[in-house]
C-alpha cells in the first residue's frame, strides 16, 4: 500500500469520525484501516490519532497531516475534475450551520445545489455551536453575528445581510398595550435570546439615536426560530431577522413593535478552509446560496 493510499485512508477516517465509518466507507475490514493507520503512523514516525473507548481526536501531528493531505487530495480531485464535463460537480460537501439559519436559510436553497449536481453528496449539520472546520471533517461553516476567524487558513465570503426588529402578536399587544418608545419595553415580557455569556441586551438605532435595553422576561432561548414562535403563541415580544418574521408578518400573526427603531444588520459569513478556495463543491454551494436573495431582503411592515 503506498503513501498516497493510506493517506486517502486516514483523511477518511478523520471526515467519517472514526475507524469502521471509514471502514464501512472505503469497502474495507477495520483491520485493513488499522493496519494502514498504524503502517502511516509508523512510516511518519509519530501518533496521528488519540482513541479511546467513546472517542478519537486529533493529535498536534495529526492535524498538520491531515491539513495537508486534505490539501493534497483536494488538489488532485480539482486536477482530475478538469479533464472532466465542466459542469460537473460531485464529491461529499459538508455543512455546518446554525439550526435557525440553516433551517431557514440554507434548506430553502439545498433542492436548487441538489438538483444542479445530482452526483453531489450532500450533509447538513444543524448546531448552534462553533466548529472546528479540520477536526470535525466540515468543508464550510455557515456563521452570523460574530466576525469570521481573523486567520490566512480560512476564507470568510459575505452571504447574507440583514436587520432584527421587534415583533409579537395581536393578542400580546391588546392585552398589554403597545409601548409608545424602548424605555417601556422593560414593562413587556422580552423574549430573550440567549449567547454563550447570557442573555443578549436589544441594541436599537432610530437615525442616530442609539438605545439598549435589557429585556425583561421569564422566556429565553438560543434559536431565532424559538423566540419567533413563542412570540407567536402570544407570550411576549421578540427581537428577529426579518427573514425569520416575514412569512408571519404577512398573514397578520406578527405585528412590528416600534417600527422606526431596528436593530443593527447582521452579517452571515460563509467559512471554509483555504485549500478548498476555487474547489467545484464550494463554488457550487455559494452559488446556490445567492440565488434567490431579494426575498431575504423583503420588507415587513
Same mark, same amino acid.
Given at each position: 500500500?503506498?503513501?498516497?493510499?493510506?493517506?486517502?485512508?486516514?483523511?477518511?477516517?478523520?471526515?467519517?469520525?472514526?475507524?469502521?465509518?471509514?471502514?464501512?466507507?472505503?469497502?474495507?475490514?477495520?483491520?485493513?484501516?488499522?493496519?494502514?493507520?498504524?503502517?502511516?503512523?509508523?512510516?511518519?514516525?509519530?501518533?496521528?490519532?488519540?482513541?479511546?473507548?467513546?472517542?478519537?481526536?486529533?493529535?498536534?501531528?495529526?492535524?498538520?497531516?491531515?491539513?495537508?493531505?486534505?490539501?493534497?487530495?483536494?488538489?488532485?480531485?480539482?486536477?482530475?475534475?478538469?479533464?472532466?464535463?465542466?459542469?460537473?460537480?460531485?464529491?461529499?460537501?459538508?455543512?455546518?450551520?446554525?439550526?435557525?439559519?440553516?433551517?431557514?436559510?440554507?434548506?430553502?436553497?439545498?433542492? @436548487?445545489?441538489? *438538483?444542479?449536481?445530482? #452526483? =453531489?453528496?450532500?450533509?447538513?449539520? +444543524?448546531?448552534? &455551536?462553533?466548529?472546528? /472546520?479540520? %477536526?470535525?471533517?466540515?468543508?464550510?461553516?455557515?456563521?452570523?453575528?460574530?466576525?469570521?476567524?481573523?486567520?490566512?487558513?480560512?476564507?470568510?465570503?459575505?452571504?447574507?445581510?440583514?436587520?432584527?426588529?421587534?415583533?409579537?402578536?395581536?393578542?400580546?399587544?391588546?392585552?398589554?398595550?403597545?409601548?409608545?418608545?424602548?424605555?417601556?419595553?422593560?414593562?413587556?415580557?422580552?423574549?430573550?435570546?440567549?449567547?454563550?455569556?447570557?442573555?443578549?441586551?436589544?441594541?436599537?438605532?432610530?437615525?442616530?439615536?442609539? @438605545?439598549?435595553? *435589557?429585556?425583561?422576561? #421569564? =422566556?429565553?432561548?438560543?434559536?431565532? +426560530?424559538?423566540? &419567533?414562535?413563542?412570540? /407567536?403563541? %402570544?407570550?411576549?415580544?421578540?427581537?428577529?431577522?426579518?427573514?425569520?418574521?416575514?412569512?408571519?408578518?404577512?398573514?397578520?400573526?406578527?405585528?412590528?413593535?416600534?417600527?422606526?427603531?431596528?436593530?443593527?444588520?447582521?452579517?452571515?459569513?460563509?467559512?471554509?478552509?483555504?485549500?478548498?478556495?476555487?474547489?467545484?463543491?464550494?463554488?457550487?454551494?455559494?452559488?446556490?446560496?445567492?440565488?434567490?436573495?431579494?426575498?431575504?431582503?423583503?420588507?415587513?411592515?
Amino acid at each position: 500500500m503506498d503513501l498516497f493510499s493510506r493517506m486517502a485512508t486516514f483523511v477518511r477516517i478523520v471526515d467519517t469520525g472514526s475507524l469502521s465509518a471509514a471502514a464501512r466507507s472505503l469497502r474495507l475490514s477495520l483491520p485493513a484501516v488499522s493496519r494502514q493507520l498504524t503502517a502511516l503512523e509508523e512510516e511518519l514516525g509519530a501518533r496521528l490519532l488519540v482513541r479511546s473507548t467513546r472517542r478519537m481526536s486529533l493529535t498536534d501531528a495529526g492535524r498538520k497531516w491531515y491539513e495537508g493531505s486534505s490539501r493534497i487530495l483536494h488538489q488532485v480531485e480539482e486536477t482530475r475534475a478538469q479533464l472532466e464535463s465542466p459542469g460537473d460537480v460531485h464529491g461529499h460537501l459538508v455543512i455546518s450551520a446554525s439550526i435557525s439559519i440553516g433551517l431557514g436559510l440554507v434548506v430553502p436553497r439545498l433542492p @436548487r445545489l441538489a *438538483e444542479r449536481h445530482p #452526483r =453531489l453528496r450532500i450533509e447538513l449539520r +444543524l448546531e448552534d &455551536r462553533l466548529t472546528d /472546520l479540520v %477536526g470535525e471533517a466540515v468543508d464550510v461553516a455557515i456563521r452570523g453575528g460574530s466576525a469570521p476567524p481573523d486567520s490566512i487558513a480560512y476564507v470568510a465570503q459575505s452571504l447574507w445581510r440583514f436587520p432584527r426588529r421587534l415583533f409579537a402578536s395581536p393578542g400580546y399587544l391588546r392585552r398589554r398595550g403597545r409601548p409608545s418608545g424602548p424605555a417601556e419595553l422593560v414593562k413587556h415580557e422580552g423574549l430573550r435570546q440567549l449567547a454563550s455569556l447570557g442573555p443578549v441586551p436589544w441594541r436599537l438605532q432610530c437615525g442616530d439615536e442609539l @438605545r439598549e435595553v *435589557e429585556p425583561r422576561g #421569564r =422566556l429565553a432561548c438560543h434559536a431565532p +426560530l424559538a423566540l &419567533r414562535d413563542l412570540a /407567536l403563541a %402570544g407570550l411576549g415580544i421578540a427581537l428577529l431577522p426579518d427573514w425569520v418574521a416575514a412569512d408571519h408578518v404577512r398573514s397578520g400573526r406578527l405585528r412590528r413593535v416600534l417600527p422606526e427603531w431596528e436593530s443593527a444588520a447582521v452579517a452571515t459569513w460563509a467559512i471554509y478552509r483555504t485549500e478548498l478556495r476555487g474547489a467545484r463543491k464550494i463554488r457550487a454551494f455559494l452559488e446556490a446560496m445567492a440565488y434567490d436573495q431579494g426575498r431575504d431582503r423583503e420588507e415587513v411592515d
